[in-house]
């Protein structure tokens, strides 16, 4: 069960015995790994800390083979499946003849891969059988190692198949995103020229709370465009993998907000961290960001940046004392357009969570949440340290 949680593969257990059965059938556990996203994360790190469950599987060897060999005549060989690393043990035998074995009977082995472990199926035909039925017997037996190249090439092209239609389904939905984003930017600059140029004219009370409104959508819907812009050019951007003085990259992403640097505080060192410098800018931009934006009009902003070294790894923190998050809900906060209970007051389409996930996924890191509602909320997120 580690292994799979580790790996993001499904993983086989040793050969084990059923207590339903009576008779001497081995059965074998698979384990099915599942986590937030569809597919695994690329980082063993994520992979341990963003896994759903194992979903668990029992397969009944004996079974498995007699229905694979149910449609041949088996009647002219011996049949062996065993796991080389459980040698005591046999895992299913097909036996015709008694005979003593005898250095003229013709034996093939070929290896079956199931999930991570090796399973060694052998053919044995007895010399008695061998003198006229050779050609039938390497006839059936070749018939029996393409079935199961067969089948496992059955099952291997469906799963590449479904790697690849969702990695289509994902580049369509990028493009789509950067055509619908970058068809709006143009329109928008021309609306918020308009209302910039309109506040030098005379308007009454209303009208003027009007065009402040017209402003404020504006500058909203535009940095809409800029998050969905941002998302689609990720998927393919390439980023060059360096040591990032995260001082610098932490003042770089507060140069946007001026006018509140002085709510925000950084504790004590940052340790450097191997990354794409812009990109990390933009994660600490996005958390603070986030942190401004989920703390009450009634609430003075405290929001604290800290950086720690784990192992071979950095953990950088952002903590604020917003509106926190409830437990439900924390599972699903980086999760495209995902928009919370308490935070229909904020407009946005909830994807800086989503670009802070991609990028430092993309860096070999990991990201999360702990948070108390009413509390705040403390985003992290790991890089590899140099």
Do not use: C
Not at 97 to 126: G, M, Q, Y
Not at 155 to 167: F, I, K, Q, S
Not at 214 to 238: C, F, H, N, P
Request: cysteine-free; overall charge negative; charged content about 20%.
């Amino acid at each position: 069960m580690t292994e799979a949680w580790h790996s993001g593969k499904a993983t086989a257990s040793a050969p084990i015995r059923l207590v339903q059965e009576t008779g001497t059938q081995f059965g074998v556990l698979l384990y099915q790994p599942i986590y937030t996203d569809i597919l695994p994360p690329t980082s063993e790190q994520a992979r341990v800390e963003t896994l759903v469950g194992l979903v668990p599987v029992v397969l009944r060897v004996g079974s498995f083979v007699e229905a694979t060999l149910q449609n041949y005549d088996t009647h002219l060989f011996n049949l062996r499946l065993s796991d080389p690393q459980a040698p005591d043990l046999t895992l299913f035998a097909l036996t015709h003849s008694t005979a003593t074995p005898d250095e003229r009977d013709l034996s093939v082995v070929i290896d079956i891969a199931i999930a991570n472990r090796t399973w060694a199926l052998a053919f044995v035909v007895p010399a008695a059988v061998v003198d006229g039925n050779i050609e039938y017997i390497i006839l059936g037996l070749t018939a029996l190692v393409l079935l199961y190249l067969y089948q496992r090439n059955q099952v291997e092209g469906r799963l590449r198949r479904y790697a690849a239609t969702l990695e289509a389904a994902n580049r369509e939905l990028d493009a789509y995103s950067y055509t619908l984003a970058h068809d709006l930017k143009s329109p928008l600059a021309l609306i918020s020229g308009y209302a910039y140029l309109l506040e030098n004219e005379k308007l009454s009370p209303d009208g003027r709370e009007m065009l402040r409104s017209m402003v404020s959508v504006g500058e909203q819907m535009a940095k809409m465009t800029d998050d969905l812009l941002q998302l689609a050019k990720l998927r393919d951007a390439e980023a060059t993998m360096a040591l990032v003085p995260m001082v610098e990259a932490v003042e770089a992403a507060l140069k946007r907000f001026e006018t509140q640097r002085a709510y925000v505080t950084i504790e004590g060192t940052l340790p450097d961290a191997l990354g794409h410098a812009p990109w990390v800018v933009e994660v600490f931009a996005n958390l603070i960001g986030n942190a401004f934006k989920y703390t009450p009009d009634d609430r003075t902003p405290n929001i604290r940046i800290r950086g720690a070294v784990h192992g071979d790894r950095v953990r950088y923190e952002v903590q604020d004392n917003g509106v926190g998050i409830a437990q439900p809900d924390q599972r699903r906060i980086f999760e495209m357009f995902a928009r919370l209970p308490n935070t229909d007051k904020q407009r946005g389409l909830g994807l800086g969570l989503s670009i802070v996930q991609r990028i430092v996924e993309r860096l070999g890191g990991t990201v999360g949440v702990t948070s108390t509602p009413e509390q705040g909320s403390t985003f992290w997120f790991t890089l590899k340290r140099p």
